[in-house]
C-alpha cells in the first residue's frame, strides 16, 4: 500500500486526553474511533483539529457493519467523511464483523458466519467503503465466543480471501486471537503462518481478563505475555506500519502506558520492522 511507518502509538481515549493533548515524546500516533465523536459538534471537531496538530492519526470506526447488508445509520458515512477530513488519517479501519441487520443495530461486534458468501459480502462492502472514505482500508479480526453451525471455511481462510478479495490491509488484533486460541483451543502461530502476513499493515494490542473459564477482550489491563510472544513472532515477518494499545478502562499511571510502547518500540527495532 505504501503507506508511512508510524511507530507506536495509543487509542485515544478521553482519559488519556490530559496526557496527550499538548503531545508526548513517548507516543508516536493515535488511532481514533469516530464513534466516540459523533454526532459532530463545534467542539469535538476542535478537538479533532488539535489532535491531528500533534500526531498523525488512524481511524478505527465500529459500525460500517462490513459483513452485513444493514442500513448506516442516518448521517453516519457523512460523519465519518467529515472526520477523515479532519483528522487526515492516514488509514481507516473496522471490524471483520456484524453490527447491523437491516435498519436495526446490535451494538455489538457480532461474528459473521465464515461461508463464501459472506466472503463476497465483506470483499463488496470494504471496496465501497475505502471507495466512500477515499482512504487505504484494513480489517481486524475480533474475538468471539462461539461458532455458528453455518461455517463451511475456517476463520484464517476467511480472513485470508477477504483481505486478498478487497485488496485491503489487515489490523491484526494480537489479544482477540489469544482470546480465540485460549477460548477455542487452538495454536496461535499455526494460525499466523496461514494469515497473509505479507498485508498486516496495523497491530493492536491489549488486554483482558479471565472469567469463569473464558478469557474476554475486555480492554482493562496490559498485554499478557503470550501477547507479548505473539508480537515478536509477527513483527519480522509482515511489514507493519504501526502498533498500538487499546484500553478503555482501569487505566493505569500513563508512565505505565508509554513502558507498554516502548517495549513494543524495541521489538519493532529489533526487528528492522521500520525498513520494511
Known amino acids: 500500500m505504501g503507506l508511512p511507518f508510524l511507530g507506536v502509538g495509543l487509542s485515544y481515549r478521553w482519559d488519556l486526553n490530559p496526557h496527550l493533548a499538548r503531545g508526548n515524546p513517548g ?4 488511532e ?3 464513534e466516540h465523536f459523533l454526532p459532530l459538534t463545534p467542539d469535538s471537531e476542535r478537538r479533532l483539529e488539535l489532535l491531528a496538530k500533534r500526531y498523525p492519526l488512524v481511524g478505527h470506526s465500529l459500525e460500517l457493519s462490513v459483513g452485513s447488508d444493514g442500513v448506516d445509520a442516518p448521517g453516519y458515512r457523512d460523519g465519518l467523511k467529515r472526520i477523515r477530513q479532519l483528522t487526515r488519517s492516514v488509514w481507516h479501519g473496522d471490524h471483520l464483523c456484524f453490527t447491523r441487520v437491516g435498519n436495526l443495530p446490535l451494538r455489538a461486534l457480532t461474528p459473521v458466519p465464515l461461508t463464501e458468501e459472506a466472503v463476497a459480502t465483506c470483499v463488496r462492502n470494504v471496496k465501497a467503503a ?3 472514505l477515499d482512504v487505504p482500508f484494513v ?3 475480533i474475538a468471539y465466543l462461539f461458532h455458528t453451525p453455518l461455517n463451511t471455511l475456517d476463520e484464517a481462510e476467511f480472513l485470508r480471501r477477504v483481505v486478498e478479495g478487497a485488496d485491503c490491509g489487515l489490523l491484526l488484533d494480537l489479544h482477540n ?6 477460548n477455542h483451543g487452538f495454536d496461535p502461530y499455526a494460525f499466523l503462518d496461514r ?3 505479507e498485508r498486516v499493515v496495523q497491530v493492536h494490542l491489549a488486554g483482558g481478563v479471565t472469567m469463569e473459564g473464558l478469557r474476554l477482550d475486555s480492554h482493562s489491563a496490559p498485554s499478557p505475555e503470550e501477547v507479548w510472544r505473539l508480537l515478536e513472532y509477527v513483527a519480522p515477518r509482515s511489514p507493519v506500519r504501526g502498533v498500538n494499545f ?3 478502562s482501569g487505566f493505569p499511571p500513563f508512565a505505565r502506558l508509554v513502558e507498554e510502547l516502548a517495549r513494543a518500540r524495541a521489538i519493532l527495532q529489533r526487528c528492522g520492522a521500520s525498513a520494511a
Open 177 to 182: 486471537l489469544y482470546c480465540n486460541a485460549v
Open 195 to 197: 494469515l497473509p502476513l
Open 130 to 132: 475505502r471507495a466512500d
Open 139 to 141: 480489517v481486524e479480526n
Open 27 to 30: 507516543v508516536d500516533w493515535l
Open 32 to 34: 481514533v474511533t469516530p
Open 246 to 248: 487499546e484500553m478503555d
